[in-house]
């Protein structure tokens, strides 16, 4: 069973930076996408940047563009979501998720795989 083991969510100020991580354990596979969503309470989970099996194509939501950066190192097989400039209504359970396949990581893409997911939380 493949399985996406995330690390890096904590508490912050607003204004702060932080580097969430997700890495296979488990079964290894191919080629895949990869994706990072969020969960804030009361809402219900939304895209939030991904990137191709390849790692030359990103995308972002709107709301993150400018301070997310998503990146992967394949020799690690390892995905990363660099935060800056957060804001309080960056506070949400962020998940990551890999598609199987010769994805761009988009968000309408179906996911096979999801992470444990992992709590940021931002305080003004």
């Known amino acids: 069973q493949v399985q996406l083991v995330q690390s890096g969510g904590r508490s912050v100020q607003a204004g702060g930076s932080l580097r969430l991580s997700c890495a296979p354990s488990?079964?290894?596979?191919?080629?895949?996408?990869m994706a990072w969503f969020r969960q804030a309470l009361g809402k219900e989970r939304e895209f939030v940047a991904g990137?191709?099996?390849?790692?030359?194509?990103?995308s972002y939501a709107d709301s993150v563009k400018g301070r997310f950066t998503i990146s992967r190192d394949n020799e690690k097989d390892t995905v990363y979501l660099q935060i800056s400039s957060l804001k309080p209504e960056d506070t949400a359970v962020y998940y990551c998720?890999?598609?199987?396949?010769?994805?761009?990581?988009?968000?309408?893409?179906?996911?096979?795989?999801w992470g444990q997911g992992t709590q940021v939380t931002v305080s003004s």
């Open positions: 998720a890999a598609q199987v396949g010769y994805g761009r990581g988009l968000s309408s893409d179906p996911y096979d795989y």
């Open positions: 990137i191709s099996w390849s790692g030359d194509s990103t």
């Open positions: 488990g079964r290894t596979f191919g080629a895949y996408a």
